[in-house]
Nanobody
Framework: VQLQASGGGLVQAGGSLRLSCAASEGTFSQLNMGWFRQAPGKEREFVATVSWLGRNTLYADSVKDRFTISRDNAKNTVYLQMNSLKPEDTAAYYC?????????????????WGQGTQVTVSS
């Protein structure tokens, strides 16, 4: 499975961005999907995950109530709507796909990774 993330950019604090991640094949609907991010000098961290049918989601505490993960299985695409952005949200954002039986926040449980898309939030 190949994943292509897009939608990053430069935004002022308090603004919004919507990231998209398109998958290359139809097994997308059988995969749990997640978003992670990595800031310079820091480890990659979990942001959000959604189950394969989109019924269950999980968020990092740092983004809860500001970010929303969703998916459209007909389009093989997962989204991350980011509102009320803060400078500390600045990072490269990565989408990932997991064949695990349940949605998960652990990066080691993800089997496929897209390239990062840069999000920069200015103060």
């Amino acid at each position: 499975v190949q994943l292509q993330a897009s939608g990053g950019g430069l935004v002022q604090a308090g603004g919004s961005l919507r990231l998209s991640c398109a998958a290359s094949e139809g097994t997308f609907s059988q995969l749990n999907m997640g978003w992670f991010r990595q800031a310079p000098g820091k480890e990659r961290e979990f942001v959000a995950t959604v189950s394969w049918l989109g019924r269950n989601t999980l968020y990092a505490d740092s983004v809860k109530d500001r970010f929303t993960i969703s998916r459209d299985n007909a389009k093989n695409t997962v989204y991350l709507q980011m509102n009320s952005l803060k400078p500390e949200d600045t990072a490269a954002y990565y989408c990932a796909a997991s064949r695990a039986s349940s949605y998960t926040r652990a990066p080691g449980n993800y089997d496929f990774w897209g390239q990062g898309t840069q999000v920069t939030v200015s103060s």
